[in-house]
């Protein structure tokens, strides 16, 4: 079992910028695949941006892609999301996960460890 919890959400100006990051604690292990996932109000939770264990192998949905960047520090136990050029539709809670296997996945299903979110607001 392992416990993630999301930091770093707020409220922002649309074009700004705000960096996630997700702590790790309990039985970690750094093979874990690492995910972030949003969900807007009255929308379904939704896939963002992935990491495998090494950090060498990625995974952004379309709709992030060249704005957000995911990475991780083993050392440290600590994924993170930078994102940048935040418009009004990344308005959201974001969620950090973990999933045992050993390949990238995009399902939220698929994931088996979560925090408890962290909301972003991008003000117009």
């Known amino acids: 079992q392992i416990q993630l919890v999301e930091s770093g959400g707020g409220l922002v100006q649309a074009g700004g910028s705000l960096r996630l990051s997700c702590a790790a604690s309990?039985?970690?292990?750094?093979?874990?695949?690492m995910g972030w996932f949003r969900q807007a109000p009255g929308k379904e939770r939704e896939f963002a941006a992935a990491?495998?264990?090494?950090?060498?192998?990625?995974n952004y949905a379309d709709s992030v892609k060249g704005r957000f960047t995911i990475s991780r520090d083993n050392a440290k136990n600590t994924v993170f999301l930078q994102m940048n050029s935040l418009s009004p539709e990344d308005t959201a809670v974001y969620y950090c996960?973990?999933?045992?296997?050993?390949?990238?996945?995009?399902?939220?299903?698929?994931?088996?460890?979560w925090g408890q979110g962290t909301q972003v607001t991008v003000s117009s």
């Open positions: 996960a973990a999933d045992v296997g050993v390949t990238i996945r995009v399902n939220s299903r698929e994931y088996d460890y």
């Open positions: 309990g039985r970690t292990k750094s093979s874990y695949i």
């Open positions: 990491i495998n264990w090494s950090g060498r192998i990625t």
